[in-house]
Antibody, heavy 113, light 112 residues
C-alpha cells in the first residue's frame, strides 16, 4: 500500500525558514517523480513544484521558485520542501504527492507572529 | 498559467441521483505526446484529495464505475451516477499537461 506521511509543519514567524519532510513507503521511491501541492485555508489548491526520480531536475511554480526548494533522499525514501522567508500567505496545508496519483494526509503550516 | 474553471461552485443532489461537473481550461490540455493530462479529485471532509479520474476518462484503482470522465481539448466533464453518501465533498479538476500544474476552484457536492 502506498503511504506518504508528511511532517515538520507548525507555527512559524514571518521571515523564518521551515523544512517539511514526506516519508514514502509501499513503492520504489526512486522510480517516481514527486511533487508538493498546498491548499490554502480558503481551499484553493496550488502546485508548488516537483522533482525527478533521481533528484537531478526540479520544476517550480514561478511565484515560489525563489523561496522554496524541493529535494529528496532516495536512500531514506524521503521528499523535502525547504521554505525560506515565509509569509502569511504561505499559511496552508502542504501535501506531498506521487505523480498526483497518491497524496499524503497533509501537514499544516501557519505563518504568524 | 493554464486557468481551470469549474462549474458549478456547489451542487445539491438526492441520493441515487446523477450530477455533472464541468471543467474548462484556458488552453488546450493536449500534450505534445498526444496525451491529455486532466484529472479529477475528490476531497472528503477532513481528508486529503484522492484521485478519481486521470487522463480525462481513466478511473483510478478502486474507483467505482459510477464515476465517469469525458471531454477533450479545453472542455471536460465528470459525471457521477447513483450518488451515495460517501460521494459528498469537494471535487477538483486539475491539469498536468503544462507547468505549473493548476487546479480548478472546486465544486462542493451536498445532499438535497
Amino acid at each position: 500500500e502506498v503511504q506518504l506521511v508528511e511532517s515538520g509543519g507548525g507555527l512559524v514567524q514571518p521571515g523564518a525558514s521551515l523544512k517539511l519532510s514526506c516519508v514514502a513507503s509501499g513503492f520504489t521511491f526512486s522510480d517516481y517523480w514527486m511533487s508538493w501541492v498546498r491548499q490554502t485555508p480558503g481551499k484553493t489548491m496550488e502546485w508548488i513544484g516537483d522533482i525527478k526520480y533521481d533528484g537531478s531536475y526540479t520544476n517550480y511554480a514561478p511565484s515560489l521558485k525563489n523561496r522554496f526548494t524541493i529535494s529528496r533522499d532516495n536512500a531514506k525514501s524521503t521528499l523535502y520542501l525547504q521554505m525560506s522567508n515565509v509569509r502569511s500567505e504561505d499559511t496552508a496545508t502542504y501535501y506531498c504527492t506521487r505523480d498526483g496519483y497518491y497524496w499524503g494526509q497533509g501537514v499544516m503550516v501557519t505563518v504568524s507572529s | 498559467d493554464v486557468v481551470m474553471t469549474q462549474t458549478p461552485v456547489s451542487l445539491s443532489v438526492s441520493l441515487g441521483g446523477q450530477v455533472s461537473i464541468s471543467c474548462r481550461s484556458s488552453q488546450s490540455l493536449v500534450h505534445n505526446n498526444g496525451n491529455t493530462y486532466l484529472s479529477w479529485y475528490l476531497q472528503k471532509p477532513g481528508q486529503s484529495p484522492q484521485l478519481l479520474i486521470y487522463k480525462v476518462s481513466n478511473r483510478f484503482s478502486g474507483i467505482s464505475d459510477r464515476f465517469s470522465g469525458s471531454g477533450s481539448g479545453t472542455d471536460f466533464t465528470l459525471k457521477i451516477s447513483r450518488v451515495e453518501p460517501d460521494d459528498l465533498g469537494v471535487y477538483y479538476c486539475g491539469q498536468g499537461t503544462q507547468y505549473p500544474w493548476t487546479f480548478g476552484g472546486g465544486t462542493k457536492l451536498e445532499l438535497k
